[in-house]
Structures are given as structure tokens and as C-alpha cells.
């Protein structure tokens, strides 16, 4: 009896000691060790952020040169005065890892093609895209430039000051997702800094059309293709327009004959980053303010998530003073201003990967054809741990372009080698670019570092106190052949690889223009007069309401400024709807409709939050799309094909409403654009009647349905529903998931005046108040004023804790 | 009704138990109270059912008390999140679960520990 009892209990507490241990793994989710997670004293109580964690501490053995003291005001936001870069550099690093830790590792995971190894077998296909695309050699290659630059030191203390956090952390310190998760975090290096700007880079510069284009073309011949296809809006209106330059345009380079390889290629598209990503930037010049200082503002269009891909600082040393937004994981801050100057950042968009047919000399593929020689492909092993199973292992093949990422065993004559400007070492090395951004005292000093700047290129836009305004097209461009990477290339000759690069000195640059205004939001950097050529994925709608709204303004204020950057306006739908009414026939139409169309009749054009007309167009309008481009719907072997941009379709409608594009394939009926448009009105009618019967007070953001999610995807950590005004195509351009990650206004007087405010919070920490606390300010369109001082005094009346470091001797 | 005396010996162990077991948790992995019940429960050799519920009430307690303090001080910002991952758990029901977590382990513990010493009893 004695020996039951004692059995029963060894065995009842060991394997509950056992099963409270280890986590569970099922299809949808797994669950952590539940004792661990549940335990208040290791646990995720442990993140549960009290006021008394906001204590003044002191952190002393630093390998810094000198103190650093860190001052946290009422946002969280650090100011951070150190005697030296190298200190600056290390301070960020800490206070990246103290309140973003895992959002850095989820990064750097993902651009590295690590994440099967926390998250199991559920991303291994995307692991094996990202190593397949050589993500390991891009950031090796950047490390490798890095390393030879005098500012490297300042990575390296960079890492330190994130591995001095790290290794203090004890396991019941982990960030919550570490605890949900199950593992540990590791030591940064500089090269998951450079896995960072990979990242990056995949946002940014990765996308293609390529494949569809070339679809595309053989389905439709060059004629039709160009007449649906054009590379130039002619309504656009240019970042750098020629009558604005002040640079050179010097002779473009030699042609060479083009031998497109035209066919179908039966892949998917992989992994392209979304059509939100985009942003405004701006200056306006004294001339044009009512303070007759120049005004610099900025809004980055990325994925919106919880933690924020920002985090906001200040940083001073005797030298400098600068304050600003920095991506965790990477040093400086990328987006901000300093006692003299401000910069701000949009993307450039210019297609910058390609993809060459590879022909194999054998069945075997280890070699194929170059001019005319049989080439062997190089390999890089890629090894992937998996959580829960064996590791995988694939061997990635390399031509003189890069990895043969698309490759399939029955199709071999369909090879497809990339060829993509992230995975080449920088030939200039551009590691100091935003540092000197950040310390830059005047416009000689912004256009030395933003000459270096190596990719993603970027618009990198600038006013200085001193009255100046600039924007220059920044970064390494490809020098091509008219159309060259715009489809599918042979790759088996040499004649097919870039010409090189558009000379820095040829980059477009635009700097103290008559109009008083410099401006850019993804459109075309130049008018097609520009002597080189490029493609691209370009905005056709934010630079022309852009333009246009600040050809018009003056006397501007700050608040008109931030007004401009909430701008709801759609040139989009101001030239699609006149066109939509025009080839609609009301004898059709169903009489509860007509209120309905009254109403968008007297409308703004303003996607705005509480209305109930943008619902009506954006349903009618994608649905004439739709049903117009039919006949490019990816077939029943999903061949990817190109559908016509936004601005043709609606162009076409103007002026070709009886062309053969408007036919609906699957009807025998011949139809023409008004057919569409009434078809498509009763569609997108029915379809409203039955989203308001759901809902009587549906207006257009629950609609749209904007919403944050956490980075993990975890839907408690999340933000569901946005309650703003704003469409993709307009300057506030919310999308589902995407929209204005960091809104900046400053204005460059002898006081700087600067405003912003991002939807997010200082603290990655879902425990702690300062998690999203800035999401609903940002929702109203409110901004914060961004103090930065040398003056510690004024600081510490408001502050939340300070932070010193102390130096081991 | 009568108050039970406040030098019960069970209870002075509970609290014992409890306060200690405070003490060392920070410093190690979640289940290093489970080691020290089973010492208390050696020591304190509590018979029938009270071998379960000296380990128990100790270690309920503790982490009912810890992570409420926790709770207050975070104005269940956390743990109304936490909750909707474990399927709509309101903060108390999260509170009393994680206790519950230790308690059931504690109890067995101790539970354990009083055995050993039977065992070691028996023998001697």
C-alpha cells in the first residue's frame, strides 16, 4: 500500500513536471512549457510592465570610452548624450535590444532564412526562397564593403552595446515572444546588421514583373503590349522634371542590339512586397512659408505592424545633435533632422532585378552556355534548421548572374538565373551615408554622403536652416539598353548583362527649383527627356496631387503641411469616375440606386473615414477592371500575366470605349465600355446593398479595414480595426495592412519646430503601456512635438528614468 | 466560530515554505520550488491529506499573490492579452490557472517528500 502511494506520486509529479516543461506543438499553433510561461517569477507576468520598473539605473563596466547618460521622456523617447560616435553607436544598439529584441531577431531570421528553425516546417518554403535568392551572399557582400570603411567601428560598437544588453538578460527578462516561442536569444553581429539592410532591400528593391511581362508580351504580341503597356504617363509629373534640373544630363551610352527570348514561363511569382509600400517626402523653401523658413516633411508607406518598424531618439555629442527615427537592427537614424538640417527618405522604385534564361550544356546541370562556352555553376550550401525535424539541405547553383533561383526537372530550357544589384558588393561603400546624414551641417555635406549611397536607392530629400532645399535620386542605378529587364533576357550571352551604372553624376537631382518646392512620392524620377534608361514599379497618382497642392500653396504653416500629409484626395477616382458616369446608361438602372448615384455625383473625390461614397467607387471600379481585363487572368496553369496599369484603363476608357478590350471573353456578346461600366455598377451595387444590410452604418474605413498586426502575427498583440480616412492612391495612403509608418513635419527655423508620430509605441513589450500608446493620436492625425535639446535640465523635468553607463575604468 | 490558532505548526510550514520558496525563485528555473517542497515536506512530515496541501497552499499562495501584485501594478494590460490567447481567459481566471499550475506541482511535492521520509522511517 505504502509503496502504490509513493509510486503513484514519483510518477504523478514527474510527469507533470515532465509535461509542464516542454511545449506543444499542433498544426495551428504551439503552446510554450506552460509552467515556465504561467510562473509569476519566470513567466510572461514578468513583462508585465509596473510603474516601478521605470527606475533610474545605472550600468557601470561598459566597454564605452566614456559615460553615457540617457534621459527618457514622457513618450519613452531616449535622449541619449555621449562624448563620441562610437558611445552614440553603442547607445543605440542597447536601447534597440532593451525595447525591440525580438522584432530585431525576427528580422534578421527572416532575411536569412532562419525561421523554421524557431517557428518548424510552416516556413521552410519561405526560408528556402530567401536562401535561394542568396540572401547569405548579399549581406556578406555588404559586410565585406563595410569592413573596409573607416566608420566600421561604429557597427562594432554598435553590436557591443546590443550584446551588452543580451548578456545581462536573465531567462525570466526575455522578451514575451521569446517565452511563447520557447528559445533564446543570440549575440547580434555586424552581419545581421547587414541581413537588416537585406531586408530591407527585399521590401524596397525586389520587385519584378518580368515574368508576367514576358507572359505577357507572347500572349499579346509587341503592338497590343505597348499600346496597354506604356512605361510613360503622360500626365505625370516628375520627380526631377527637366525644366527644374540643375545637373548635366551628359550622353547616354551605346545600344545594344536586343535579343529578348520571348516564350511562356509557367512559374509563380514569388514573394513581392506589397503595392502599399511607398511614401511622400518633401521640402518647401522659404519663399513659399509663412515664416519664410523652409519646411521638410516626410511619411514612409510600409506594412504597419506592432512593435513599429521605428523607434525614435535623440543623439548628441559635443559634435552634433541629431534626432530622428532608426529601424532596429541598423545603426544611425535613417529618417530625422539635427541642429542645422533634415533629410527624409522615399523609395526609388527603379527595377533593379532581373532574370536570365539559362541554357544547360547537360542534362546534369552543372554547366551551361556563355558566349558560346560551356560554363560550370559554382554552388553555396545552404542548411536549414528546422524546429521538430531534420535539417534541410539544398544546394543553390550560381552563374556569372546569380543563384538559378527558378528551376524545374521537366522544364530545364526554362532555367531562370537572378541577377539583382542587393547580392553585389557595393561598389561604393555606402556604410556612412546616414551618419553623415545625421551630423551634416549644410547642403555640401548632404550631397557627399548621399553621392555614396549604394541601395536600396532612395529619394533622399533635404532643407537646411541656412534656406536650402535638394532632392537627389540616390543610389547605384543600372545602366541598361532601352527595355533591357523589363522581360526575360538570354542569359547565355555577355551582351545581355547591364551596362554598367548611371554615372553619380548623372543621378537626377533637384535643388533650389524657381517653384520653391522639391517633392517626391514613388513616381518617375525624371521625364522621359532623361538620356538614360530605366523601369520600374512608379506612383501615378500621390506626385500629381503632391505637385499640384504645393504649385498652388503659399504662405504655408506647419499645420498646412501636416494637413497636406492627411490628404484624402484621389486622382484616381477625380479621372476615373467623370469617365465611369460618362459611359454609364441610367436607362438600366435600378431606381433605389439612383440616390446613391446622386451622391457620388457631388462627390470630393476624398476617401474620407465617415462617407460612404468611396465604398461605391472603389467597388465599381475595381470591378470594371476586372471585367476588363479578363482575358489576362492568369490561366487555368496560372501562367502569371501582367494586367494594365491603374491610369491606362482609365485613359482607354476615355478614349477607346468601343476597343476589343472591353469584350467579356466568356459571352458571346460583343460588348463595349459602356456595357462594362453598367455590368459592373450592378454588381457593385448588389454587393453594397448586402454590406449594408450587414451593417446600416458602414462607412469607408470599416470597409477598408486597416488594422496593425503584431509582427508574429499574434492577433491579441494586433490592432484591428483603423478608424482613418485615406486610400491607396492618395498622400494619407492607408491600405488593408500598410500605410504612413512615421509622419514627420519640420520647420528649419533659428528654433527648430518639428512634429511627428508614429502608430506604435517606444516599447516592443506587449505588457507595457508604451506598446501602442501613440496608435490613437496618429489615428486623429495628431502629432507629437519632438523636443530635441542639449539641454539636460529641461529634459529631466519631464523625464521617466535615466540611464547611465559607465566605462570599465 | 473559533479562529484556528496562528502558530499552527501546518501553517508556520506553509508560510515557511511559501517565503523560501520566494527567495529562490527568481535565481532559478520555474520548477526549483518544486525542489525545496520536497525538502519541506521531508522536514515538516505532514500526514494524510495534509501532505498535499502543505505544498499546495504554499505555493498557490505565492504565485496567486506574486503575479496579482504583478497584475495590479500592469492594470491587467498583459494578462487581459495573454487571456484571449488562451481562449478568452479573463485576468482573474489566468491568475487562479497559473496558481493552480504551481499548487497541483507544490502539493505533489511536498506530498513526495513526506513519503521519502515514511520511507526512510520505515527503514530505520
Redesign the interface.
Known amino acids: 500500500m505504502?509503496w502504490r502511494?509513493?509510486i503513484v506520486?514519483?510518477v504523478?509529479?514527474l510527469s507533470?513536471?515532465i509535461l509542464?516543461?516542454i511545449s506543444i506543438r499542433t498544426k495551428e499553433a504551439s503552446i510554450p512549457?506552460?509552467?515556465?510561461f504561467?510562473?509569476?517569477?519566470?513567466?510572461?507576468?514578468?513583462?508585465?510592465?509596473?510603474?516601478?520598473n521605470f527606475r533610474n539605473d545605472e550600468i557601470v563596466g561598459a566597454a564605452t570610452k566614456e559615460p553615457i547618460e540617457i534621459i527618457f521622456d514622457d513618450r519613452l523617447v531616449p535622449h541619449v548624450f555621449a562624448n563620441n560616435n562610437e558611445d552614440v553607436a553603442y547607445a543605440q544598439g542597447y536601447l534597440h535590444a532593451k525595447y525591440r529584441l525580438f522584432q530585431m531577431d525576427i528580422a534578421v531570421r527572416s532575411a536569412s532564412g532562419n525561421l523554421s528553425e524557431i517557428l518548424g516546417e510552416k516556413t521552410l518554403q519561405f526560408d528556402l526562397e530567401t536562401r535561394r535568392k542568396g540572401f547569405g551572399l548579399g549581406a556578406e557582400n555588404r559586410l565585406q564593403a563595410w569592413q573596409k570603411s573607416k566608420d566600421f567601428a561604429l557597427v562594432e560598437a554598435y553590436t557591443k552595446g546590443v550584446n551588452a544588453y543580451i548578456e545581462c538578460l536573465k531567462p525570466?527578462q526575455y522578451p514575451?515572444e521569446f517565452k511563447?516561442l520557447n528559445y533564446s536569444p543570440e549575440p547580434w553581429t555586424p552581419l545581421k546588421t547587414a541581413y537588416m539592410v537585406m531586408a530591407m532591400s527585399r521590401t524596397l528593391c525586389s520587385k519584378e514583373t518580368d515574368i508576367a511581362s514576358s507572359n505577357t508580351l507572347a500572349k499579346l504580341g509587341k503592338d497590343t503590349f505597348d499600346l496597354l503597356f506604356p512605361e510613360w504617363n503622360p500626365k505625370q509629373s516628375a520627380i526631377v522634371p527637366s525644366d527644374q534640373s540643375t545637373f548635366v544630363i551628359p550622353k547616354a551610352g551605346k545600344t545594344v542590339v536586343d535579343s529578348n527570348a520571348v516564350g511562356y514561363y509557367p512559374y509563380k511569382s514569388l514573394q513581392t512586397p506589397d503595392e502599399g509600400i511607398g511614401s511622400n517626402n518633401w521640402a518647401v523653401a522659404g519663399s513659399k512659408t509663412a515664416s519664410g523658413h523652409p519646411i521638410l516633411c516626410n511619411d514612409p508607406h510600409l506594412d504597419l505592424s506592432l512593435p513599429s518598424i521605428w523607434f525614435e531618439a535623440q543623439y548628441t555629442t559635443p559634435e552634433f545633435s541629431t534626432y530622428g527615427v532608426s529601424i532596429p537592427g541598423i545603426p544611425f537614424n535613417l529618417i530625422g533632422f539635427n541642429e542645422y538640417v533634415a533629410w527624409g527618405s522615399t523609395n526609388v522604385s527603379q527595377d533593379v532585378l532581373d532574370w536570365y534564361k539559362i541554357r544547360w550544356t547537360n542534362e546534369e546541370k552543372t554547366a551551361y552556355y556563355f558566349d558560346q562556352k560551356s560554363v560550370p555553376v559554382s554552388y553555396r550550401v545552404e542548411t536549414i534548421k528546422v524546429k521538430g525535424s531534420a535539417d534541410v539541405v539544398d544546394s543553390v547553383k550560381y552563374t556569372t548572374w546569380g543563384p538559378v533561383v527558378y528551376s524545374q526537372a521537366d522544364n530545364s530550357y526554362k532555367d531562370l538565373a537572378m541577377h539583382w544589384l542587393a547580392l553585389e558588393e557595393p561598389m561604393q561603400n555606402d556604410l556612412s551615408t546616414f551618419f553623415d546624414l545625421n551630423r551634416a551641417k549644410n547642403y555640401t555635406e548632404y550631397e557627399a554622403a548621399v553621392r555614396a549611397y549604394h541601395s536600396p536607392a532612395q529619394n533622399l530629400v533635404f532643407a537646411s536652416k541656412s534656406g536650402d532645399i535638394a532632392l537627389r535620386v540616390s543610389g547605384q542605378l543600372p545602366l541598361k539598353r532601352k527595355e533591357q529587364g523589363r522581360f526575360i533576357e538570354d542569359g547565355s550571352v555577355s551582351s545581355n548583362r547591364w551596362q554598367g551604372f548611371i554615372p553619380q553624376l548623372a543621378n537626377p537631382e533637384i535643388m533650389n527649383p524657381p517653384r520653391g518646392f522639391v517633392a517626391s512620392a514613388n513616381q518617375h524620377s525624371t521625364t522621359p527627356d532623361y538620356p538614360y534608361y530605366y523601369n520600374g514599379d512608379f506612383d501615378d497618382y500621390r506626385g500629381r496631387i503632391l505637385v499640384r497642392s504645393l504649385t498652388q500653396m503659399g504662405g504655408i504653416k506647419v499645420e498646412d503641411m501636416m494637413q497636406l500629409q492627411q490628404n484624402n484626395h484621389s486622382i484616381e477616382a477625380e479621372e476615373a469616375l467623370p469617365a465611369m458616369l460618362m459611359n454609364l446608361d441610367r436607362t438600366g438602372i435600378d431606381e433605389s440606386w439612383e440616390a446613391r448615384l446622386g451622391k457620388l455625383r457631388k462627390w470630393n473625390y476624398s476617401f474620407d473615414a465617415d462617407i460612404i461614397e468611396p465604398i461605391l467607387f472603389d467597388l465599381w471600379y475595381t470591378k470594371i477592371y476586372d471585367l476588363t481585363w479578363d482575358e489576362l487572368n492568369p490561366g487555368p496553369d496560372s501562367i502569371p500575366l501582367l494586367k494594365p496599369e491603374s491610369w491606362r484603363t482609365i485613359a482607354l476608357l476615355y478614349e477607346q470605349p468601343n476597343s476589343i478590350f472591353w469584350d467579356i471573353q466568356k459571352t458571346y456578346k460583343k460588348e463595349v465600355a459602356s456595357d462594362i461600366v453598367l455590368e459592373a455598377f450592378r454588381q457593385a451595387n448588389n454587393q453594397l446593398d448586402g454590406l449594408l444590410k450587414a451593417d446600416k452604418k458602414l462607412s469607408w474605413y470599416k470597409y477598408r479595414k486597416s488594422k496593425i498586426n503584431h509582427i508574429a502575427r499574434?492577433?491579441?498583440?494586433s490592432i484591428d480595426q483603423i478608424v482613418n480616412g485615406g486610400y491607396k492612391n492618395a498622400l494619407n495612403a492607408m491600405k488593408e495592412k500598410s500605410g504612413p509608418s512615421w509622419r514627420m513635419v519640420v520647420e528649419l527655423g533659428p528654433e527648430t519646430n518639428a512634429y511627428g508620430i508614429y502608430p506604435g509605441g517606444q516599447s516592443g513589450n506587449?505588457?507595457?503601456?508604451f506598446y501602442s500608446n501613440m496608435v490613437s493620436d496618429w489615428e486623429k492625425g495628431k502629432y507629437n512635438k519632438l523636443v530635441m535639446t542639449r539641454d539636460k535640465d529641461r529634459l529631466r523635468e519631464k523625464a521617466l528614468l535615466t540611464i547611465l553607463i559607465k566605462p570599465a575604468n | 466560530m473559533k479562529k484556528r490558532a496562528s502558530l499552527n505548526p501546518f501553517w508556520i510550514s506553509v508560510i515557511l515554505i511559501a517565503l523560501l520558496a520566494g527567495l529562490v525563485s527568481p535565481f532559478g528555473p520555474w520548477w526549483i520550488f518544486s525542489l525545496l517542497c520536497i525538502v519541506g515536506g521531508f522536514i515538516a512530515w505532514p500526514k494524510g491529506i495534509k501532505r498535499f496541501w502543505l505544498g499546495f497552499l504554499a505555493i498557490f499562495i505565492l504565485w496567486f499573490l506574486v503575479a496579482l501584485v504583478l497584475d495590479i501594478g500592469n492594470k491587467s494590460n498583459l494578462s487581459s492579452k495573454i487571456g484571449q490567447l488562451f481562449g478568452g481567459l479573463p485576468s482573474i481566471a489566468l491568475l487562479l490557472v497559473s496558481a493552480l499550475i504551481g499548487g497541483i506541482v507544490g502539493g505533489l511535492s511536498t506530498m513526495f517528500g513526506s513519503y521519502i521520509k515514511d520511507l526512510m522511517k520505515q527503514k530505520s
Open positions: 505504502f502511494k509513493l506520486v514519483s504523478l509529479l507533470l513536471l509542464f516543461s512549457p506552460i509552467g515556465s504561467l510562473s509569476p517569477f519566470t513567466g510572461f507576468w514578468q513583462q508585465s510592465e509596473c510603474p516601478w525570466q514575451l511563447l499574434i492577433p491579441a498583440f506587449p505588457g507595457s503601456r
